[in-house]
């Protein structure tokens, strides 16, 4: 076994990935959790021990990247989009089983992987915004999480955009940035687009598909269809607001985005930089960038491994 390395689990709503991860982050090897629709926390627990026995890893330090808020304390999360684990004494039953654990937010652990790629995420600060169903928002100070309520960077992804608040989000506010810039504001919006004949790439996705992925939108916007391109602009539109804001708030040196919509490239990073830019007070706008995040899908698995070897 690898000398210093640790086991990373990225818990997902219908998934759950487990990977060894050595001491410097790399991924050694890796197995996938299927969650059994209703399975009881006893059965899931039962399944990510067999999973780490798989990995000939039993006795190493376990971290967990949790889809939900921490309550550290008590070592388990809250508020997750998998209900079954919600409130259940994880990190303690895992350690049982492969020495000691720790718990973080999902987007948290991401966070964690990804600023030992940038300067500014090892020494200085750094704001992650992992844009996917939908925004998960973090903040590293020095290569750990700042953490300001539930474990998180609070739920600074439903920051208030959108005055008319025609949408609600899932988690059931109103006009907040995930009701409007995330893959399921851009499945409603890209379904629309197609019904009403504003785009001939998205109207022959939906009759194909009977509905409009996010992702076919940015397959479309990319390949230059002027609908399509229409709605990644408006998402940059409010990703820009939300950005004024978290400059404001937090006064990154350095925003990085993740998470499957980042496939739309840099230049609409560059587009959510300039209509940010035009919001943000000059003096914070001068001295941050916005890049593209360098780890893919791995990222929240290897961050909890090395938050779990982290004093
Ligand atoms: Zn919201």
New binding site residues.
């Given amino acids: 076994m690898s000398k210093g390395a640790a086991i990373g689990l990225d818990i997902g709503g219908g998934s759950t990935k487990v990977g060894l991860i050595s001491h410097d982050g790399q991924l050694l090897a890796s197995h996938r959790v299927v969650l059994a629709e209703g399975a009881e926390f006893p059965a899931i627990l039962a399944d990510y021990r067999a999973a780490i026995a798989a990995l000939r890893a039993e006795g190493l330090p376990v971290g967990i990247a949790y889809p939900g808020h921490i309550d550290r304390a008590r070592g388990l999360g809250l508020n997750s989009n998998v209900p079954a684990l919600d409130g259940h004494p994880l990190a303690a039953a895992l350690a049982g089983v492969s020495g000691p654990a720790a718990i973080l937010n999902d987007a948290d652990a991401a966070a964690v992987a990804e600023a030992r790629h940038h300067p500014e995420g090892r020494e200085g600060r750094m704001l992650m915004v992992t844009l996917g169903t939908g925004v998960g928002v973090s903040m590293i100070v020095a290569g750990r999480p700042l953490e300001t309520a539930g474990g998180t960077l609070g739920d600074s992804g439903?920051v208030n955009v959108d005055p008319s608040a025609r949408h609600r989000?899932r988690?059931?506010?109103t006009g907040?940035l995930?009701?409007v810039a995330s893959a399921e504001a851009l499945e409603r919006d890209g379904t629309l687009m197609a019904s009403i004949g504003e785009s001939p790439a998205l109207a022959s996705e939906a009759d194909a598909a009977g509905t409009v992925s996010a992702s076919a939108v940015c397959r479309a916007a990319l390949a230059g269809d002027p609908g399509a391109q229409r709605l990644i602009g408006q998402m940059a539109d409010w990703l820009g607001m939300a950005v004024a804001s978290w400059r404001a708030s937090f006064h990154p040196d350095l925003i990085v985005f993740g998470g499957g919509l980042s496939v739309l490239g840099q230049p609409f990073i560059d587009q959510i930089s300039d209509r940010a830019d035009a919001r943000s007070l000059p003096f914070l706008s001068a001295h941050c960038r916005l890049t593209l995040a360098r780890l893919g899908n791995d990222a929240g698995m290897i961050g909890a491994g090395l938050a779990a070897l982290t004093p």
């Fill in positions: 439903h989000c988690q059931g506010c907040c995930e009701s």
